[in-house]
Nanobody, 124 residues
Framework: VQLQASGGGLVQPGGSLRLSCSGP????????IGWFRRPPGKGREWISS????????YYADTVKGRFTISEDNAKNTVHLQMNNLKPEDTAVYYC??????????????????WGRGTLVTVSS
């Protein structure tokens, strides 16, 4: 069972990136998928989640209005579209799956499978 996060890279402030999270060992539409990030020298923080079963989406205040989480059930993939990126968005981004909970949580401890991170660098 693996999660794979991809799509990171270097982008200028104000630019956009789309991250993708795929789960070859999962049927993502059955679970809650979350995105977290760890900025350099800081702790991990939750930024967004989607309950793929009912399409409910959740965002941290720091990214609300700039990031959009969505699912592509046909491709078993969850995307995180990031617009108007800021230098403070620089971080390693991780996707995670909560296969055991029935309701949304922003706590990392609620997510029991994690992918390797993908680095996003926002710099001019």
């Amino acid at each position: 069972v693996q999660l794979q996060a991809s799509g990171g890279g270097l982008v200028q402030p104000g630019g956009s990136l789309r991250l993708s999270c795929s789960g070859p060992g999962f049927t993502l539409e059955d679970y809650i998928i979350g995105w977290f990030r760890r900025p350099p020298g800081k702790g991990r923080e939750w930024i967004s989640s989607v309950d793929v079963e009912d399409d409910s989406t959740y965002y941290a205040d720091t990214v609300k209005g700039r990031f959009t989480i969505s699912e592509d059930n046909a491709k078993n993939t969850v995307h995180l579209q990031m617009n108007n990126l800021k230098p403070e968005d620089t971080a390693v981004y991780y996707c995670a799956v909560d296969t055991t909970g029935s309701s949304f949580s922003s706590s990392a401890s609620a997510y029991n499978y994690w992918g390797r991170g993908t680095l996003v660098t926002v710099s001019s």
